[in-house]
């Protein structure tokens, strides 16, 4: 391709001559230095060789830096080349995504999967936002596929930007950057709670706003770390405040409360959610996701399975 040819003229086109050229004499300054004691005795006392060469290096060192720099940075840009297009060539099924280059927020998937899971057990979905502002909350049972979700656009979003294949049938999108708040956790290093690592990166999410043109946003449970009352008066001021500056993105939650912000904001908040059916005590999972609210949730028959609940 026209960028590996570009990449490959950077390490040939040097003042200093070629990479390879500019190594081999290094090895020849090197050679020198190492030189039997019989022939390196009576040169270091009459032509002081080993100080002579000791200048030599430090001379090509200067003289070569900045172009190995440069050439460590090929050779980075090529490794990455080769994993991207390695994709292409272990998963042949993967498609290409288009990169829509407009001033509106895109971003299209059709049987869109997470590319970890194995494709005989990986269940696909469809997701749209077309030129429109959206801020979408999925709610949902325990284990029902509501991070797995986030993690699939986030993860799909990304390849598709770096110029990879994505684990979809077709996808389109524009290039924004992605922001994840997701497995927030405490740091006894830093002296950190779980609340207050959660703040800490929600007050990242509202600054990169502040700086940055396109943020595309997936919040997994926001903040978990509290009491649920403050946790929604929390989660709904954060929506709202995400709200007024025209943020897009995707909330996963369980609290039920935060999808009513659809009423409120029927232009811009979307409901999606992840269903489970119950069939005597077994509860069967779909992964597919759907418009609207959740009504189904499992915590109470997870903990009666466990014995915890006996009534």
């Given at each position: 391709?026209?960028?590996?040819?570009?990449?490959?003229?950077?390490?040939?086109?040097?003042?200093?001559?070629?990479?390879?050229?500019?190594?081999?004499?290094?090895?020849?300054?090197?050679?020198?230095?190492?030189?039997?004691?019989?022939?390196?005795?009576?040169?270091?006392?009459?032509?002081?060789?080993?100080?002579?060469?000791?200048?030599?290096?430090?001379?090509?060192?200067?003289?070569?830096?900045?172009?190995?720099?440069?050439?460590f940075?090929?050779?980075?840009?090529?490794?990455?080349?080769i994993?991207?297009?390695?994709l292409?060539?272990?998963?042949?099924?993967?498609?290409?995504?288009?990169?829509v280059?407009?001033?509106?927020?895109?971003?299209?998937?059709?049987?869109?999967?997470?590319?970890?899971?194995?494709?005989?057990?990986?269940?696909?979905?469809?997701?749209?936002?077309?030129?429109?502002?959206?801020?979408?909350?999925?709610?949902?049972?325990?284990?029902a596929?509501?991070?797995?979700?986030?993690?699939?656009?986030?993860i799909?979003?990304?390849?598709?930007?770096?110029?990879?294949?994505?684990?979809?049938?077709?996808?389109?999108?524009?290039?924004?950057?992605?922001?994840?708040?997701?497995?927030?956790?405490?740091?006894?290093?830093?002296?950190?709670?779980?609340?207050?690592?959660?703040?800490?990166?929600?007050?990242?999410?509202?600054?990169?706003?502040?700086?940055?043109?396109?943020?595309?946003?997936?919040?997994?449970e926001?903040?978990?770390?509290?009491?649920?009352?403050?946790?929604?008066?929390?989660?709904?001021?954060?929506?709202?405040?995400?709200?007024?500056?025209?943020?897009?993105?995707?909330?996963?939650?369980?609290?039920?409360?935060?999808?009513?912000?659809?009423?409120?904001?029927?232009?811009?908040?979307?409901?999606?959610?992840?269903?489970?059916?119950?069939?005597?005590?077994?509860?069967?999972?779909?992964?597919?996701?759907?418009?609207?609210?959740?009504?189904?949730?499992?915590?109470?028959?997870?903990?009666?399975?466990?014995?915890?609940?006996?009534?």
């Open positions: 391709s026209d960028l590996c040819i570009q990449l490959s003229d950077n390490l040939k086109d040097n003042q200093h001559g070629k990479i390879s050229q500019q190594l081999k004499r290094l090895s020849v300054l090197i050679n020198n230095l190492g030189l039997p004691a019989m022939i390196s005795l009576p040169l270091n006392i009459f032509m002081v060789w080993d100080i002579r060469y000791f200048f030599l290096i430090e001379d090509w060192r200067q003289e070569s830096k900045a172009s190995l720099e440069e050439a940075d090929v050779i980075m840009s090529f490794e990455a080349l994993s991207i297009s390695s292409s060539s272990n998963y042949p099924d993967w498609c290409f995504p288009e990169i280059d407009n001033d509106h927020y895109t971003l299209n998937a059709t049987n869109i999967g997470h590319p970890l899971i194995p494709a005989n057990l990986r269940v696909s979905n469809s997701f749209s936002l077309n030129n429109e502002l959206k801020i979408d909350i999925i709610t949902g049972s325990n284990m596929g509501k991070s797995t979700f986030l993690r699939t656009l986030g799909n979003t990304v390849l598709a930007l770096a110029g990879a294949p994505v684990c979809a049938k077709e996808m389109s999108v524009t290039p924004m950057l992605v922001f994840s708040y997701m497995r927030i956790n405490d740091s006894l290093n830093e002296s950190t709670s779980t609340f207050k690592a959660e703040l800490d990166r929600l007050k990242s999410l509202l600054e990169i706003l502040n700086k940055e043109e396109k943020v595309y946003f997936l919040i997994d926001m903040l978990r770390g509290t009491n649920s009352v403050d946790k929604y008066l929390g989660s709904k001021a954060v929506i709202e405040r995400l709200i007024a500056q025209k943020a897009i993105g995707i909330v996963a939650t369980h609290d039920l409360q935060i999808a009513k912000l659809e009423e409120k904001y029927p232009d811009y908040v979307r409901n999606f959610y992840f269903d489970i059916r119950i069939e005597g005590n077994e509860m069967m999972f779909d992964y597919k996701l759907k418009a609207g609210e959740c009504k189904t949730f499992n915590a109470s028959i997870l903990l009666r399975q466990l014995g915890i609940i006996t009534e």
